[in-house]
């Protein structure tokens, strides 16, 4: 796969969220793209992905099955998990037997075989997001593009994409991911692609120095009547990890008490 000179705005008379990135990507190559909040690395990922159109140069060389776990996954879909998988299989050209397989495949895989006849609207954010990646693993994408595919798992769930995204490189596969956590999956990266806010896109080899980085862990009380809301705000911003979460109903609502590592 190729990245010729690749750009992305959305109007004549916006700025460059992605200019003049150029880059050969071999099969079999894991890739970390990262970047401040806001600074475009949704938006490569989505041009890379083809789920959106690039404004100036091109992609060409892409596998022909890809897969993609968007940033937010619309949950209100009018389906049960399954019968969604079962759609995406057809989607992908798995019908029949071999399409329900691959559907039961990854509902056991990461831990959703369960919960898979719940309606979609109805499920947990963490489940949703089980039902996205499982999605995007149907077909064994030769392209795997994961836009915060982690956040919201269990343990369990992470372990399971962790092996994923191994067995995908394994076989010759490309997979481009971005995670606010910065050990994640880390001294695997073949690249580093830094998004720098300007448009501009900066390869760096090798997995970088995630190792030195400097760690705190902090303890922060919260008190909302959104408690859910706000955790899973923090949990979205680069480089905090939460560790634990503790819950005490107040009068006033729910008060919220939890450590969080902050690199």
């Known amino acids: ?140 994408p030769g392209l795997l593009v994961l836009d915060e595919a982690w956040t919201g798992l269990d343990t369990a769930a992470r372990e399971a994409l962790d092996e994923a995204v191994a067995e995908r490189v394994a076989e010759g596969g490309t997979v481009l991911f971005v995670d606010h956590d910065p050990a994640r999956l880390a001294g695997r990266a073949d690249e580093r692609w830094q998004v720098g806010g300007d448009g501009v896109v900066t390869i760096a080899a090798g997995p970088g120095p995630v190792s030195a980085r400097r760690v705190e862990r902090v303890t922060v009380r919260l008190e909302t009547s959104d408690a859910g809301e706000v955790l899973d705000r923090v949990r979205a911003m680069d480089g905090v990890r939460v560790l634990s979460v503790a819950v005490e109903r107040t009068d006033a609502g729910a008060a919220r008490s939890g450590e969080a590592e902050v690199s």
């Open 1 to 140: 796969m190729r990245l010729d000179t690749v750009g992305k705005r959305y109007g004549v008379r916006q700025p460059w969220v992605v200019r003049g990135m150029s880059a050969d990507v071999p099969a079999g190559r894991l890739i970390r793209v990262e970047g401040r909040n806001g600074s475009g690395k949704s938006t490569l990922l989505r041009v890379v992905a083809r789920v959106t159109a690039a404004s100036e140069g091109r992609v060409t060389g892409r596998p022909a099955s890809i897969g993609y776990v968007p940033e937010r996954f619309p949950g209100g879909l009018p389906f049960s998990g399954r019968e969604y998988l079962r759609h995406m299989a057809r989607v992908h050209g798995l019908r029949g037997d071999a399409g329900r397989r691959q559907v039961e495949r990854w509902l056991e895989r990461l831990g959703a075989a369960g919960y898979a006849d719940q309606s979609l609207g109805s499920m947990s954010k963490g489940m949703c997001q089980k039902m996205a990646i499982a999605q995007a693993l149907l077909p064994s």
